[in-house]
Nanobody, 125 residues
Framework: QVQLLESGGGLVQSGASLRLSCAAS????????VGWFRQAAGKEREFVAA????????YYADSVKGRFTISRDKAKNTVTLQMNSLKPEDTAVYYC??????????????????WGQGTQVTVSS
């Protein structure tokens, strides 16, 4: 398995931007599709964005499409989630997840083998 560590969360005002990073160690990260999920207080964890192992293909939840961008840097073994035009409803703990050879298209939580501990994002109105 690959070990994942998220960073970059924080408290921002509505309309601001944040950049989350997911750093990997253990196995060759480039073999993995990677996804971001989030979980707001009292709600189920939901899919946010995913990127294929090659970094060519991406997929987004409708709620973040056009505002969030997922990308990966193979040399640095990281996947980044750039979040722009943040809204209070984006407030949640954000988790990075990796899937060895898994799908990047409409993935579910069950598709992912490894998970990070999460990073808190809070957007104030």
């Amino acid at each position: 398995q690959v070990q994942l560590l998220e960073s970059g969360g924080g408290l921002v005002q509505s309309g601001a931007s944040l950049r989350l990073s997911c750093a990997a160690s253990g196995r060759t990260f480039s073999d993995y599709s990677v996804g971001w999920f989030r979980q707001a207080a009292g709600k189920e964890r939901e899919f946010v964005a995913a990127i294929s192992w090659g970094g060519v293909n991406t997929y987004y939840a409708d709620s973040v499409k056009g505002r969030f961008t997922i990308s990966r840097d193979k040399a640095k073994n990281t996947v980044t989630l750039q979040m722009n035009s943040l809204k209070p409803e984006d407030t949640a703990v954000y988790y990075c997840a990796a899937s060895l050879g898994g799908s990047w298209y409409r993935p579910t939580m069950d598709d992912f083998d490894s998970w990070g501990q999460g990073t808190q994002v809070t957007v104030s109105s």
